[in-house]
């Protein structure tokens, strides 16, 4: 189809007096003034657009910023012939085809999420775009030779960075929540992490560790938006994450994303879903030989067969996950899977226990849970909920209101949702002993916490 020649851009070029060669330059300087470098736009480019070709954003915006210094008034892109595009709603869902496609959606994520995006903060949960991302995953050819030929040469002190910068906040999340660092990290993927993947100049082993911490930036960040109940903007954050891990070549990162999604659906009261997503995870595991990831799917897949209230397939899938656990070898597996622990095999355990009305096996399993690293509060604080919880199954009131005390307490002071979920769980199965003396007196120091 012949495209209509925009004559509104024509008319403007003349009125300003600019050549084509010339508004082309004013361009690619206007680009890297405003964050934006690397553009290298030129007189063809220019004949292009008044030919009818709409040039990517965010040139329109910056083509509007040049004609109003130029001609003393306000300029739009509407006044140039290029009505502004709206931002697709499904933006990040999509588990993308090739690296430069998957490039380009991660970015306009993050920029979308800094940015608050009003389709971003109302987004919602889609079982299908998780399903879609995981057949992708494990049915995509590996990804062709990775490379960058921007201007900016990426080295490993760029990917050093990336990687300490996922450490540490991976810390401060645990110790303080979410809430408190989400929106630093979104930043920093922004402002540091985009311009490297956009502009960089990196070979095919430079490339593959950008991607791969990037990836491990981007699943952290979508993990954060788990812990604030965010769970739309988090859902395409797993998945984006997981398209650069494709890119990267690495199944036990792709592994571990997935069963990240497993968790979240579990969560959200998707059992029949996160058992898919946990088998996809077992997959990636097995190929990459990594026993802790093969432990950690088995025991997503055991909590949901718990959600399903199949007793025998959970303690089917527990078997399979201690058996793993036993084989993992030391010094042999990625760092950041250190925190799957004993303990944090233990909380697994007393979670499908607690689902299925097993009150002394979940007490058994929560209270080894607890002999855990001390760095992650919010865990503790998950922990002991299991615990209390598992008593009152057992009809312990006295000192499943000890242990919630001690979780509320912790509860206060993390800005986390997912904290605060967990305790007005607790409350909720407190309700039928509110008359009982221990839960009168949890209830009276609850209220003194709230008022400190």
Same mark, same amino acid.
């Given at each position: 189809?012949?495209?209509?020649?925009?004559?509104?851009?024509?008319?403007?070029?003349?009125?300003?007096?600019?050549?084509?060669?010339?508004?082309?330059?004013?361009?690619?300087?206007?680009?890297?003034?405003?964050?934006?470098?690397?553009?290298?736009?030129?007189?063809?480019?220019?004949?292009?657009?008044?030919?009818?070709?709409?040039?990517?954003?965010?040139?329109?915006?910056?083509?509007?910023?040049?004609?109003?210094?130029?001609?003393?008034?306000?300029?739009?892109?509407?006044?140039?012939?290029?009505?502004?595009?709206?931002?697709?709603?499904?933006?990040?869902?999509?588990?993308?085809?090739?690296?430069?496609?998957?490039?380009?959606?991660?970015?306009?994520?993050?920029?979308?999420?800094?940015?608050?995006? !009003?389709?971003?903060?109302?987004?919602?949960?889609?079982?299908?775009?998780?399903?879609?991302?995981?057949?992708?995953?494990?049915?995509?050819?590996?990804?062709?030779?990775?490379?960058?030929?921007g201007t900016r040469r990426v080295g490993q002190t760029d990917i050093a960075a990336i990687q300490e910068v996922t450490r540490s906040f991976g810390?401060?999340?645990?110790?303080?929540?979410?809430?408190?660092?989400?929106?630093?990290?979104?930043?920093?993927?922004?402002?540091?992490?985009?311009?490297?993947?956009?502009?960089?100049?990196?070979?095919?082993?430079?490339?593959?560790?950008?991607?791969?911490?990037?990836?491990?930036?981007? !699943?952290?960040?979508?993990?954060?938006?788990?812990?604030?109940?965010?769970?739309?903007?988090?859902?395409?954050?797993?998945?984006?994450?997981?398209?650069?891990?494709?890119?990267?070549?690495?199944?036990?990162?792709?592994?571990?994303?997935?069963?990240?999604?497993?968790?979240?659906?579990?969560?959200?009261?998707?059992?029949?879903?996160?058992?898919?997503?946990?088998?996809?995870?077992?997959?990636?595991?097995?190929?990459?030989?990594?026993?802790?990831?093969?432990?950690?799917?088995?025991?997503?897949?055991?909590?949901?067969?718990?959600?399903?209230?199949?007793?025998?397939?959970?303690?089917?899938?527990?078997?399979?996950?201690?058996?793993?656990?036993?084989?993992?070898?030391?010094?042999?597996?990625?760092?950041?899977?250190?925190?799957?622990?004993?303990?944090?095999?233990?909380?697994?355990?007393?979670?499908?226990?607690?689902?299925?009305?097993?009150?002394?096996?979940?007490?058994?399993?929560?209270?080894?849970?607890?002999?855990?690293?001390?760095?992650?509060?919010?865990?503790?604080?998950?922990?002991?909920?299991?615990?209390?919880?598992?008593?009152?199954?057992?009809?312990?009131?006295?000192?499943?209101?000890?242990?919630?005390?001690?979780?509320?307490?912790?509860?206060?002071?993390?800005?986390?949702? !997912?904290?605060?979920?967990?305790?007005?769980?607790?409350? !909720?199965?407190?309700?039928?002993?509110?008359?009982?003396?221990?839960?009168?007196?949890?209830?009276?120091?609850?209220?003194?916490?709230?008022?400190?």
């Open positions: 189809m012949e495209r209509e020649p925009n004559r509104l851009l024509q008319q403007l070029i003349a009125e300003a007096g600019f050549s084509h060669k010339g508004l082309a330059r004013c361009l690619n300087d206007l680009g890297a003034a405003r964050g934006t470098p690397g553009l290298r736009y030129d007189h063809s480019s220019v004949l292009r657009w008044i030919g009818g070709q709409r040039p990517r954003d965010p040139v329109p915006s910056l083509l509007a910023e040049i004609f109003s210094l130029r001609l003393g008034r306000p300029v739009t892109p509407e006044h140039l012939g290029m009505a502004a595009t709206s931002t697709p709603p499904d933006l990040g869902q999509e588990f993308t085809h090739t690296w430069q496609e998957g490039v380009s959606t991660v970015t306009a994520l993050w920029r979308a999420d800094v940015e608050r995006r !009003r389709f971003l903060i109302d987004s919602t949960f889609a079982i299908g775009a998780g399903s879609v991302g995981a057949i992708r995953w494990l049915t995509s050819p590996p990804e062709g030779r990775l490379g960058g030929t810390e401060l999340d645990n110790r303080f929540g979410s809430g408190r660092v989400r929106s630093s990290v979104i930043k920093y993927l922004d402002t540091a992490v985009s311009p490297l993947l956009k502009e960089g100049s990196y070979g095919e082993s430079a490339g593959r560790q950008l991607a791969a911490a990037a990836a491990e930036l981007t !699943r952290l960040a979508g993990w954060m938006a788990y812990d604030m109940e965010q769970h739309g903007i988090a859902q395409r954050y797993l998945i984006q994450a997981l398209s650069l891990a494709r890119g990267a070549g690495d199944q036990t990162l792709g592994g571990e994303i997935l069963a990240g999604m497993a968790h979240q659906a579990i969560y959200m009261g998707q059992p029949a879903h996160a058992l898919d997503l946990a088998r996809a995870s077992q997959m990636a595991a097995r190929r990459a030989g990594v026993k802790t990831l093969q432990s950690s799917a088995h025991v997503l897949e055991a909590h949901a067969h718990a959600g399903l209230g199949d007793d025998r397939a959970c303690g089917a899938s527990l078997n399979e996950a201690e058996r793993a656990f036993a084989a993992r070898r030391a010094g042999e597996e990625p760092p950041w899977l250190s925190y799957f622990d004993e303990a944090y095999l233990s909380a697994k355990f007393a979670h499908c226990f607690r689902d299925l009305g097993q009150g002394r096996r979940a007490v058994e399993q929560a209270r080894r849970s607890l002999d855990m690293d001390g760095r992650y509060v919010r865990g503790r604080m998950f922990n002991l909920s299991l615990l209390a919880a598992g008593l009152l199954q057992c009809g312990e009131v006295e000192e499943a209101c000890t242990a919630a005390a001690d979780a509320l307490a912790l509860a206060g002071e993390l800005q986390s949702v !997912r904290s605060r979920s967990y305790a007005a769980d607790l409350r !909720r199965r407190l309700e039928p002993y509110r008359e009982e003396r221990p839960v009168r007196e949890l209830r009276e120091r609850a209220r003194e916490l709230a008022a400190v």
